[in-house]
């Protein structure tokens, strides 16, 4: 028993010694232009950026309704890259206390069907809650 276990664990040396691949080291990408300001005292803040690549992003936050209960966060901003396809993708964003809501042109939008349901939904609400 005693030699199996030491076989085993010559084994489970051995194996856990073989690399598991080859690390390959990337080139840096050159950051062109960056900019940040905050957080400031308000809560507000912004940066933007640019890549060699091509990859850009600004984005500026604040409050809203500062001193209330209903005080939130709010960021909009946006962000363009190129797809490995060539093509160009540009993505433009809010993100308050209602989630994050991205545009662009790249984004499927909401089937007709499912919108028209979403609206009736929300315009009879009441009726179902009601209901239970």
């Known amino acids: ?13 051995v194996a856990a010694a073989v690399p598991l691949g080859v690390y390959s080291s990337t080139t840096p990408i050159p950051i062109l232009r960056q900019s940040a300001d905050g ?4 809560g507000s803040y912004s ?10 992003a600004q984005e500026i936050g604040y409050l809203n309704y500062p001193g209330t209960q209903a005080e939130s966060r709010e960021a909009q901003g946006s962000y363009s890259y190129t797809a490995p396809n060539g093509e160009i993708i540009q993505v433009s964003y809010v993100a308050n ?9 790249h984004i ?15 315009a009879h609400r009441e009726e179902h809650i009601g209901a239970q």
């Open 1 to 13: 028993m005693n030699q199996l276990t030491i076989v085993l664990c010559a084994f489970v040396s």
């Open 39 to 42: 957080p400031n005292p308000d």
């Open 47 to 56: 940066y933007s950026y640019e890549t060699a690549n091509g990859i850009q």
């Open 97 to 105: 206390e209602n989630g994050f809501q991205p545009q662009g042109s």
């Open 108 to 122: 499927p939008t909401i089937p007709p069907a499912i919108l028209k349901a979403l609206e009736y939904i929300a």
